[in-house]
């Protein structure tokens, strides 16, 4: 039988997480939304946007449960579009990464876009899957923050702040263009470019789990990391909010986090299909 669970958490002074994790039938999807640091609208736009954009693919899934899933992303892309009716540049639209798993007979269809993370089991391995392309990018800019963050500069002060301002700067430029890296925002075709593929699994004994990259910094952020599979199972040892405290704790401590990072904290978010004959 299958099970499915999740997790949600608002990053510390933040009401409402940007984050949206559902379902449908075989299919799971994790959205990581993100409001432009220089957008000229509120927030509320980016939940605006996100939920629009989890709507849509779960009325595309229900409608064409047989489609490839970057043809379903793409039609959720455009109508969320058209749904939140953004008049703003490109540069200034909330934008979204997107992960979407579907578990067929003995496989997974998954879609990875943008730097969110997919993890496997396939009754025996872990397979993790995640888009570096973001990581690839404005890498001066990226080096110029990590070494001040080396240092121990403070990130409040003006030569830590222009750092990190021209990093996002660089990165906004780059979104959804070639050499560059993609999301969901107001082109269908960033769907294109999303990272496909197929995993051959046991039918009654699987795992599927996605999580945002603010709950991947406990891999990616850590000065001692824990390596991806030990994520899910921690997790399931600890119970996620005891898991999320600790890791809130580490994003505290200069001593145990090295992350470039637009902010001490993050949104913190998965969902986890699964399976097991035992």
Known sequence: MQHVSSFV????????????????????WLLDAATPPHGKKPSENTQLYVHALSNNIYK????????ALNLILAKAIGSASEEANFDDEPAYLPYSTVILARKKE????????????????????????????????????????????AKGVDQNSLLYREAHNALV??????????????VACDNPEAAMMALCGTINVSPMD??????????????THLRTPIEFPEIPETILKLGA???????????????????????????ISYIQMSATSE
């Not at 699987?206 to 891999?219: E, H, K, Q």
């Not at 909010?241 to 949104?267: C, I, K, M, P, Q």
Request: proline fraction near 2%; charge should be negative.
């Open 9 to 28: 958490s608002p990053k510390p002074g933040r009401l409402l997480s940007e984050d949206v994790v559902s379902s449908a039938g075989n299919c799971v």
């Open 169 to 182: 700067q660089r990165e906004a430029q780059l979104m959804n263009h070639e050499n560059g890296f993609w």
């Open 60 to 67: 595309y899934i229900r409608r064409e449960p047989n489609s």
């Open 106 to 149: 003995e496989s997974i269809d998954y879609l990875v876009l943008g730097d969110s993370y997919l993890l496997i089991n396939d009754g025996c391995n872990w397979t993790t899957i995640s888009d570096d392309r973001l990581k690839a990018c404005a890498t001066t800019e990226r080096q110029a923050v990590r070494s001040l963050t």
């Open 206 to 219: 699987f795992t599927i789990f996605a999580m945002s990259d603010g709950l991947a910094r406990a891999n």
């Open 241 to 267: 909010t005891a898991f999320v405290n600790l890791l809130r704790a580490s994003e505290r401590d200069f001593g145990r986090y090295l992350g470039v990072s637009s902010s001490v904290h993050d949104d």
